[in-house]
């Protein structure tokens, strides 16, 4: 069973930046397509990015493009999503998922395994 453990939300002002981490354990990391999804109060969860399994390709929601950088470090069973210049409109639980199939994907139903969120809050 593998299991994702997010860490690195808090509350920061508009502008600033913060770096997500999800640590996997459990499985074969290096084998999974991993993404990044967030969810607001009252609104579904979307999609964020998502990065393949070696790391080369990376796919960006067009609302966080040029602002987020998702990073993978296979040695380390460790995904990173580094979030700059943020906005309130950012402010969401913020949720990293493994996916076993080779491609990704911007479907959380897509998505085999799910860590249990970190609280992100931006403040204007």
């Known amino acids: 069973q593998v299991q994702l453990v997010e860490s690195g939300g808090g509350l920061v002002q508009a502008g600033g930046s913060l770096r997500l981490s999800c640590a996997a354990s459990?499985?074969?990391?290096?084998?999974?397509?991993m993404g990044w999804f967030r969810q607001a109060p009252g609104k579904e969860r979307e999609f964020v990015a998502y990065?393949?399994?070696?790391?080369?390709?990376?796919y960006y929601a067009d609302s966080v493009k040029g602002r987020f950088t998702i990073s993978r470090d296979n040695a380390k069973n460790t995904v990173y999503l580094q979030m700059n210049s943020l906005k309130p409109e950012d402010t969401a639980s913020y949720y990293c998922?493994?996916?076993?199939?080779?491609?990704?994907?911007?479907?959380?139903?897509?998505?085999?395994?799910w860590g249990q969120g970190t609280q992100v809050t931006v403040s204007s």
């Open positions: 998922a493994a996916r076993t199939r080779a491609w990704g994907s911007r479907s959380p139903n897509e998505y085999d395994y």
């Open positions: 990065i393949i399994r070696s790391g080369v390709n990376t």
């Open positions: 459990g499985g074969t990391f290096s084998t999974y397509t």
